[in-house]
T-cell receptor, first 112, second 117 residues
Framework: AQSVTQPDIHITVSEGASLELRCNYS??????LFWYVQSPGQGLQLLLK??????LVQGIKGFEAEFKRSQSSFNLRKPSVHWSDAAEYFC??????????FGTGTRLLVSP | DTAVSQTPKYLVTQMGNDKSIKCEQN?????MYWYKQDSKKFLKIMFS???????INETVPNRFSPKSPDKAHLNLHINSLELGDSAVYFC????????????????FGEGSRLTVL
């Protein structure tokens, strides 16, 4: 079955430091992959997506992610974290049939 | 303009009651969803409708009944509420398979927090 694993439940990063959030997927074909962000009390907002082509994709708010087929990974990165980036981050895979399966999320905490 | 809107945003009720959550999208999308987010933030799909037709029903108790009067609306009715139903319920929409490739990108509402006492 298709699945998404986010191995880190929470991560703390100092403001201004770089960030990498891990995501591994299990899917037989070429996946459609997504990263969403959820601020407290809010819905989910799309950060970026990968469908095909260039394996390094750029998103909003200075985020990027790299698709690595050999590692079944789609890690999210940001070179310099801002305090406003503190939120819950979800990786997701489109399993076909118009269904997104989400990972369990990684909570990002930003320290001063 | 709110693209996907849900009402109410907060709902507190007693066990055994029946309640409804409404969702509307003004994006012209064909497909709408209900997701449940539990206290650990895990998001699980419940239902999906495409042009008013049910296409996904994920082993949800039959106390939950979705209704789609038209493709812009998807409501969720819950009978005989239980403590375990307490969660945040998210409505979402996507353009759908008709009219081109569907990539599965979802547009979410802000959620409806249901608390059952």
């Amino acid at each position: 079955a298709q699945s998404v694993t986010q191995p880190d439940i929470h991560i703390t990063v100092s403001e201004g430091a770089s960030l990498e959030l891990r995501c591994n997927y299990s899917y037989g074909a070429t996946p459609y992959l997504f990263w969403y962000v959820q601020s407290p009390g809010q819905g989910l907002q799309l950060l970026l997506k990968y469908f095909s082509g260039d394996t390094l994709v750029q998103g909003i708010k200075g985020f990027e992610a790299e698709f690595k087929r050999s590692q079944s990974s789609f890690n999210l990165r940001k070179p310099s974290v801002h305090w406003s980036d503190a939120a819950e981050y979800f990786c997701a895979v489109n399993t076909g049939f118009q269904k997104l399966v989400f990972g369990t999320g990684t909570r990002l905490l930003v320290s001063p | 303009d709110t693209a996907v809107s849900q009402t109410p945003k907060y709902l507190v009720t007693q066990m055994g009651n029946d309640k409804s959550i409404k969702c509307e999208q003004n994006l012209g999308h064909d497909t709408m969803y209900w997701y449940k987010q539990d206290s650990k933030k895990f998001l699980k799909i419940m239902f999906s409708y495409n042009n008013k037709e049910l296409i996904i029903n994920e082993t949800v108790p039959n106390r939950f009944s979705p209704k789609s009067p038209d493709k812009a609306h998807l409501n969720l009715h819950i009978n005989s509420l239980e403590l375990g139903d307490s969660a945040v319920y998210f409505c979402a929409s996507t353009p759908g398979a008709s009219g081109g490739m569907n990539t599965g990108e979802l547009f979410f509402g802000e959620g409806s927090r249901l608390t059952v006492l």
